[in-house]
């Protein structure tokens, strides 16, 4: 293989390669300099111009077939040595046939776009060798496909130990609400979700876990949808959003509740780590879910809380459930709890600017804070008076068209 590179700061930047295998494996050092970083669309075919550089090459390779520039389709797997720290900006630009990526936690910036077009890349293998910390969520964070993750991890307690992870796909799709022309996005696949796992470039395993109670309510929220628009030829459900407590949010509950901050007190003693929210387009419709839901074998109805019929004194109105699904383990199964919050439109509007408003640190001391609460209450009250006329009007339309 032969290497482009120049010499900045007394280490190597590799510029270009070419050779005759679309397997790369690059070398540590190059003249007794240490590899540390590559340049800015090293391996794209979208490079205008070739930059000055010198060139080294490999010795101790027999290559067979005739030289070529190793980029864009050219490229299939890429092995980083252990010194290399950064990657530039579009670096696999276009490298719509990269499968596999190899490299370790020395690898710690990432330029802007460098995984732009890599929609064959299906695996990255990271060693571990210093900690914990990894660029993990910056690569994950450019690709909508499914990705396989090892990380192998080579010092320190979890020395030897190797943790397979999956990433699912997800993309986003701007959506146009007409008549009223606004655009609003819908997120598909819990992707989203298992990307977001990641705290100071640490993967936080206990909240990737978590979220599998979490994906298994949404497939058979998605499920129930699509049953009842092939049937009833419309959608009930708008969208789904998700969230994790965070665990400082985590820790104060336990902490209010008495419990000390362990594994066995979060699944035993907490409902609402994992939230599921499912809004609707009507107010019947968020009954038809919750009877779907609860109609299901394998899901158990743990607790109910209908805000809508009896909501609470700041106007909040939404229908709660607590659900109890079986996650299948290796060591077999476990029962994972999810608070599910089922609402309208408009109901999640309102909630979610109230929050916004009402939860501002210090509001409660300013003045006219009572006057804002009743101001509040007051437009949840035209929110839900909306809803009761949509609903009305829903009715009538139902009474001359097969609409449910």
């Not at 007394?10 to 240490?34: F, H, K, M, Q, S």
């Not at 990269?98 to 690898?107: A, M, P, V, W």
């Not at 732009?116 to 910390?133: A, D, F, W």
């Not at 298992?194 to 979220?211: G, N």
Request: glycine share 6%; hydrophobic share 35%.
């Amino acid at each position: 293989m032969k290497i482009h590179y120049r010499i900045k700061n007394n280490a190597i930047e590799i510029v270009r390669c070419y050779g005759t295998d679309d397997r790369i494996v690059l070398p540590e050092e190059i003249n007794g300099l240490p590899v540390v970083s590559a340049a800015p669309y090293a391996f794209s075919a979208h490079k205008d111009g070739e930059e000055d550089a010198e060139t080294w090459e490999s010795e101790d390779v027999i290559s067979f077939g005739e030289e070529r520039l190793l980029a864009g389709e050219e490229v299939q797997e890429i092995v980083f040595p252990d010194t290399l720290k950064e990657i530039g900006r579009y670096i696999f630009y276009g490298c719509k046939k990269l499968e596999r990526l190899e490299f370790s936690d020395t690898l710690m910036q990432v330029g802007t776009g460098a995984f732009t077009g890599c929609s064959g890349l299906k695996e990255l293998v990271i060693h571990q060798k210093k900690g914990l910390k990894s660029c993990a969520k910056e690569i994950l964070g450019e690709l909508w496909q499914k990705i396989d993750v090892d990380f192998l991890y080579e010092n320190g307690e979890a020395g030897g130990k190797r943790a397979h992870m999956v990433f699912p796909e997800h993309y986003d799709e701007a959506v146009e609400n007409t008549p009223a022309r606004i655009l609003f996005t819908e997120y598909h696949g819990s992707g989203t979700n298992y990307r977001q796992c990641f705290y100071s470039k640490e993967l936080d395993f206990a909240e990737y876990d978590s979220l599998f109670d979490m994906a298994v309510v949404m497939y058979k929220l998605e499920v129930l949808d699509d049953e009842f628009s092939v049937e009833y030829k419309r959608n009930p459900i708008s969208f789904i959003k998700t969230r994790i407590k965070k665990p400082e949010s985590i820790y104060r509950k336990l902490q209010k509740l008495g419990y000390d901050f362990t594994a066995e007190n979060i699944q035993e003693q907490l409902n609402d780590v994992a939230g599921v929210r499912v809004v609707c387009a009507f107010i019947d419709d968020i009954y038809t879910v919750a009877n779907l839901i609860a109609g299901q074998d394998d899901i158990k109805v743990i607790k109910i809380k209908d805000y809508i019929k009896n909501p609470k004194p700041n106007g909040y109105r939404s229908y709660h459930m607590i659900v109890e699904i079986p996650v299948f383990f290796s060591k077999g199964k476990t029962p994972m709890r999810v608070e599910l919050q089922i609402r309208t439109n408009g109901m999640d509007f309102w909630a979610t600017l109230e929050h916004q408003l009402r939860y501002k640190k210090g509001i409660e001391d300013l003045p006219g804070y009572a006057e804002i609460s009743e101001e509040l209450l007051r437009s949840a009250q035209a929110v839900i008076e909306t809803d009761n006329e949509m609903q009305k009007i829903k009715n009538k339309i139902g009474m001359f068209h097969d609409i449910l």
